[in-house]
Structures are given as C-alpha cells and as structure tokens.
C-alpha cells in the first residue's frame, strides 16, 4: 500500500497567517494527490485535487502544489473558518490511502 | 445540488452486521462511483472500497474482503454497505462519498457512527 505522511501533525497559527501543510507518498503517485478539509459532526469537504486544482467554490486563499512523492497545501491569510483538520489523499493505486491528518488549531 | 445523505447510528453487538444507506440527490446516481470510508476514533480515514452503481460491480480494499457488501437500488438512487462479524475495531463513522471526474470525493455524505459493544 502507498503509505501517506503528513507534517506536521499540528500547529498553531493566527488569523491573516500563511500556513503551509507538507504531504509525502511512500511511492511516486503523478499529481493524484487531494486535500480535504475536516471538521467535526460535519461531512469532509473537498478543496484540492489532481495537486493543484482548487475544487468549485473553493476560496482562492487555498492553493496546492506537487508532484511524484511531495505535496504541498498553502492557506494564505487564514480565516476563522479555516480552523480544522486537513488531510491528504492518494487516488493514483487501490487502496486509495489518507494522511493521519493536521489540525491547524488557534494560536 | 449534489446531496449525500446517510442512515442514522447505529449500535451493535459484536458479532452482528450493520447496513448504512446513502442516498444520492442532484445529480444521476448511475453516473458516479460511490466510495465507502471510515474514520475510527482518533485514526485516519481509511477507503474501505468502491462501487460502480451503473452495473453492481464493487471493488473492496484486502482488508475488508469477504467481510463487507456494497450494493445499490437504483430506483431509489441509494447505495448500501453492509458490513458482517463486527468486533470493537470496527466502531467508527462510515462515510459514503461520491468520485469526482479525477479520481477525488468531491462530495461526502454526513457520517454514520457505528458503536459496537457488547
């Protein structure tokens, strides 16, 4: 299985921040790397796929990058929604496998 | 647009089976495949398998053959997983979720948590 590893686990910022979210794949996966947002009691919610493109009514302030087996998810000028756990995801061979997660929490 | 909606949580008893229901609305339900995952307490998410509601034809994570079934009706646009043998392991929230055109779910349903106990 292609094994996902996100950095850090956690971290703390304020709003207006730029935060930045690393992904690594254990093997080389093209750009079939997504990101979703997860908030508790809610549904996960899509924001990037195929690395770089930002899922329909996305906000611009989120943007991701990468190829092969490193990846990237910027949040420019972090708002108060954006306060949540992200995950990474790889689509490029079954079973299609999730990062642990990095909860982006309120300085 | 595009709606996922789950069955309620459910509490088992280990060794039984549960079946969660997720119905699709907004879009054809016969055009997308329908993925199940779920997410146990302080764990990542993990893909359990997938579902082509066109045909029926399901495709299981190793992990979870011979233990899980993915079905559909179609005339009431919702797909099923049911999972059989429970033990503690399995308590989680269960989300289906539909694959968008490049291999990404890009819409989720709202989560069933599934307690088992005994």
């Known amino acids: 299985d292609t094994q996902m590893t996100q950095s850090p686990s956690s971290l703390s910022a304020s709003v207006g921040d730029r935060v930045t979210i690393t992904c690594r794949a254990s093997q080389g996966i093209t750009t079939f790397l997504n990101w979703y947002q997860l908030k508790p009691g809610q549904a996960p919610k899509l924001l990037i796929y195929d690395a770089s493109s930002v899922h329909s009514g996305v906000p611009s302030r989120f943007s991701g990058s990468g190829s092969g087996t490193a990846f990237t998810l910027t949040i420019s000028n972090l708002q108060a929604e954006d306060f949540a756990t992200y995950s990474c995801q790889q689509s490029y061979t079954t079973p299609w496998t999730f990062g642990q997660g990095t909860k982006v929490e309120i300085k | 647009q595009v709606q996922m909606v789950q069955s309620g949580a459910e509490l088992k008893k280990p060794g039984a089976s549960v079946k969660v229901s997720c119905k699709g609305s907004?879009?054809?339900?016969?055009?997308?495949?329908i993925h199940w995952v779920r997410q146990a307490p302080g764990q990542r998410l993990e893909w359990m398998g997938r579902?082509?509601?066109?045909?029926?034809?399901?495709n299981h994570a190793q992990k979870f053959q011979g233990r899980v079934t993915m079905t559909r009706d179609t005339s009431i646009a919702t797909a099923y997983m049911e999972l059989n043998s429970l033990t503690s392991d399995d308590t989680a929230v269960y989300y289906c979720?539909?694959?968008?055109?490049?291999?990404?779910?890009?819409?989720w349903g709202q989560g069933t948590l599934v307690t088992v106990s005994s």
């Open positions: 979720a539909r694959e968008g055109m490049l291999r990404n779910f890009d819409y």
């Open positions: 907004g879009y054809t339900f016969t055009g997308y495949y």
């Open positions: 579902m082509n509601p066109n045909t029926g034809g399901p």
